[in-house]
């Protein structure tokens, strides 16, 4: 059972930026596949951003590519999603979630078997 916090959400202008953790225990980090998605109220879970358990592929959605990165440090058990140039359409509830999974990401939310409670980013103009 692994268990996810997420931390660095709050307020911030537009063009700032950033970084989300979220730090893991209970479980295996390094045997786990980790995604970053964000949801707001009436829209399904969009998933942003995606990394390998040993973090040799990474994916980034469209509509963050340029400005978002992802990383993790498996010694630290986390995971950090960097926020750059944020836009007012950024703001959402962002989670981050886990797959026991050897090569590769999920791109789906039912994929993952493990989530974190969110934390919120919220971006004014």
């Known amino acids: 059972q692994v268990q996810l916090v997420e931390s660095g959400g709050g307020l911030v202008q537009a063009g700032g930026s950033l970084r989300l953790s979220c730090a893991a225990s209970?479980?295996?980090?390094?045997?786990?596949?980790l995604g970053w998605f964000r949801q707001v109220p009436g829209k399904e879970r969009e998933l942003l951003a995606a990394?390998?358990?040993?973090?040799?592929?990474?994916y980034i959605a469209d509509s963050v590519k340029g400005r978002f990165t992802i990383s993790r440090d498996n010694a630290e058990n986390t995971v950090y999603l960097q926020m750059n140039t944020l836009k007012p359409e950024d703001a959402a509830l962002y989670y981050c979630?886990?797959?026991?999974?050897?090569?590769?990401?999920?791109?789906?939310?039912?994929?993952?078997?493990?989530w974190g409670q969110g934390t919120q980013v919220t971006v004014s103009s």
């Open positions: 979630a886990a797959e026991k999974r050897a090569w590769g990401y999920a791109f789906r939310a039912g994929s993952y078997d493990y």
């Open positions: 209970g479980g295996t980090f390094s045997t786990h596949a």
């Open positions: 990394i390998s358990a040993s973090a040799d592929s990474t």
